[in-house]
C-alpha cells in the first residue's frame, strides 16, 4: 500500500499536469485571437487608406484619369505627387503581406499590378526613386513585370 505522502505527490502532478496542459490551451487561443486582431487591423488599416486615396479622386476624377494614362508625365507635379503617394501606399501594403492572408494577398497583387501596368506617371516614379522603396514592393511589381511578359 502506498504512503499517504506518495498519494499526494501523485496527485499534485496530475493537477500539475492538467494545470499546465490547461495553461497551453489557454495561450494558444490568445495566441490565435491577437493574430485574428493583428490581421483584422492590418485590413482595416489599408483599407481605410485606399479609401481615402478613391476619395480624393472622386474629389478631383481628371486628375485619375491622368494618372491611369499610359501618356509620359515627365516634370508634372501634380502627376509626382500622386505617383509618390501611391508607390508609399503600395509599400504599406507589401510590408504587410505576413499579415495578410494569401487569398487577400493575391488580390491586393492583382490590383497594384494593374495600377502599375496602366500609370506611366507609377513607373516612372518608381523608376527614378526605387532606392526610396522597399523591396518587398520591388519584388511586387518585378513580378507583375514578369508575368505580363509570360
Same mark, same amino acid.
Given at each position: 500500500?502506498?504512503?499517504? /505522502?506518495?498519494?499526494?505527490?501523485?496527485?499534485?502532478? !496530475?493537477? =500539475? =499536469?492538467?494545470? =499546465?496542459? @490547461?495553461?497551453?490551451?489557454?495561450?494558444?487561443?490568445?495566441?490565435?485571437?491577437?493574430?485574428?486582431?493583428?490581421? &483584422? /487591423? /492590418?485590413?482595416?488599416?489599408?483599407?481605410?487608406?485606399?479609401?481615402? !486615396?478613391?476619395? @480624393?479622386?472622386?474629389?478631383?476624377?481628371?486628375?485619375?484619369?491622368?494618372?491611369?494614362?499610359?501618356?509620359?508625365? =515627365?516634370?508634372?507635379?501634380?502627376?509626382?505627387?500622386?505617383?509618390?503617394?501611391?508607390?508609399?501606399?503600395?509599400?504599406?501594403?507589401?510590408?504587410?503581406?505576413?499579415?495578410?492572408?494569401?487569398?487577400?494577398? %493575391?488580390?491586393?497583387?492583382? @490590383?497594384?499590378?494593374?495600377?502599375? %501596368?496602366?500609370?506611366?506617371?507609377?513607373?516612372?516614379?518608381?523608376?527614378?526613386?526605387?532606392?526610396?522603396?522597399?523591396?518587398?514592393?520591388?519584388?511586387?511589381?518585378? &513580378?507583375?513585370?514578369?508575368?505580363?511578359?509570360?
Amino acid at each position: 500500500m502506498p504512503h499517504w /505522502t506518495d498519494v499526494i505527490q501523485a496527485c499534485a502532478s !496530475i493537477v =500539475t =499536469t492538467g494545470a =499546465t496542459l @490547461y495553461a497551453f490551451v489557454f495561450v494558444r487561443r490568445q495566441i490565435i485571437q491577437l493574430d485574428r486582431s493583428i490581421r &483584422g /487591423t /492590418t485590413h482595416e488599416a489599408l483599407y481605410a487608406q485606399q479609401q481615402s !486615396i478613391s476619395q @480624393y479622386f472622386v474629389e478631383h476624377p481628371e486628375i485619375r484619369d491622368r494618372f491611369r494614362s499610359q501618356d509620359a508625365v =515627365t516634370g508634372d507635379p501634380q502627376m509626382n505627387a500622386v505617383a509618390e503617394m501611391f508607390a508609399d501606399f503600395y509599400e504599406h501594403v507589401a510590408l504587410q503581406q505576413s499579415n495578410l492572408p494569401p487569398e487577400v494577398w %493575391k488580390r491586393w497583387v492583382a @490590383y497594384m499590378c494593374d495600377v502599375h %501596368k496602366g500609370s506611366a506617371a507609377l513607373r516612372q516614379h518608381l523608376e527614378a526613386h526605387r532606392h526610396w522603396y522597399a523591396t518587398e514592393l520591388l519584388d511586387v511589381f518585378q &513580378g507583375c513585370s514578369q508575368s505580363s511578359q509570360a
